[in-house]
């Protein structure tokens, strides 16, 4: 009779209410899956799938306070080797180079809401890290917060154009999004010229220089970068600016060792934030991970433009050898 009675309740409860319960008695009430599943009267694998898709659907969100990867003591090196305000530094686990970027990113996602407040004016770069990153946010709702497109539009090997990367960030976090309504490089620099002067291209950019934070990445020099496969810079422009010291990419801007922008025929042609705009800010934000980030991830905290830095272990423990 007993077992009636509780079959009879949860038949009570049912579809996405019991997909509820489940999570609330789990998460909330402390109760282990063998006990929510005598509760329910149903088979501890069922238990477990309701959590699942629980966490599926958003109905849980799960994560470590901040402190956790922001106080240990990888991160505490970082942090003083390199003169930044923070460092957040992933586990390494056992990921292969994708799982890593990914583990990085949603680290970032999870920080980044942290890191803003109301006023605020995000300018937000392009490439696949913050990319990940602006997918990898929940969903929240910040008060008086502006996010800025930092580099104009441009194709990407994969699938996404800049403006997805600055409009999916705005999106996530509730904020107000002002994208580059233009290409990231033109092939004439007088064209370029004129489109700046544009009213509604020069107010956007003119946006640009009210942000008093940016989210970015740093891309490599290696010929597989992301830069001439974005289709910003070609073969012999990246052998150019290699040839002229270049060690990375910031915001589709080659920069030396010491972080310095290096001046060339690009700089004409593009629509998008020039690097002294990223100097001073009141928040630098890089994410980057990987043995061929390394350098270009020291070149970018040479020039100042670094406050804030979310990486893995492994790529960490790189950057202190190497610096």
């Not at 063998?34 to 309701?50: G, P």
């Not at 390394?294 to 960490?316: E, Q, W």
Request: glycine share 10%; with cysteine.
């Amino acid at each position: 009779m007993a077992g009636s009675t509780r079959r009879r309740n949860a038949g009570q409860v049912t579809g996405e209410s019991i997909v509820i319960e489940a999570a609330w008695m789990y998460y909330h009430d402390g109760l282990n899956q063998a006990e929510i599943a005598k509760k329910l009267s149903v088979s501890r694998a069922t238990v477990v799938n309701y959590l699942q898709e629980a966490r599926e659907k958003g109905y849980i969100r799960i994560s470590l306070a901040p402190e956790v990867f922001t106080g240990h003591q990888l991160a505490e090196d970082l942090r003083e080797r390199f003169g930044l305000k923070a460092a957040y530094v992933l586990p390494g686990g056992h990921d292969d180079a994708e799982g890593s970027l990914m583990r990085v990113a949603r680290g970032a996602a999870v920080w980044l809401p942290s890191l803003l407040g109301a006023g605020d004016r995000l300018g937000v770069a392009w490439g696949r890290t913050v990319y990940e990153v602006a997918e990898a946010l929940d969903r929240t709702g910040m008060t008086d917060v502006t996010v800025s497109q930092l580099v104009g539009s441009m194709a990407t090997p994969y699938g996404f154009t800049a403006e997805i990367c600055s409009a999916h960030m705005a999106l996530n976090l509730g904020a107000k999004c002002i994208n580059l309504h233009a290409p990231a490089v033109l092939s004439d620099p007088e064209l370029a010229q004129r489109l700046r002067q544009e009213p509604i291209i020069h107010a956007q950019l003119e946006a640009l220089s009210h942000c008093n934070k940016a989210i970015f990445a740093a891309g490599s020099c290696d010929p597989g970068s992301h830069i001439v496969g974005s289709g910003v810079a070609s073969a012999q422009d990246l052998e150019w600016y290699v040839a002229q010291g270049a060690t990375g990419v910031m915001c589709g801007r080659f920069i030396n060792a010491k972080g310095e922008p290096i001046p060339g025929a690009l700089d004409d042609r593009m629509i998008g934030v020039t690097l002294d705009k990223l100097m001073g800010l009141d928040m630098g934000l890089l994410v980057s991970d990987g043995a061929d980030k390394v350098v270009p991830m020291l070149s970018a905290i040479a020039g100042g433009y670094v406050t804030h830095i979310v990486t893995s272990a492994a790529t960490a423990r790189m950057m202190l050898d190497a610096g």
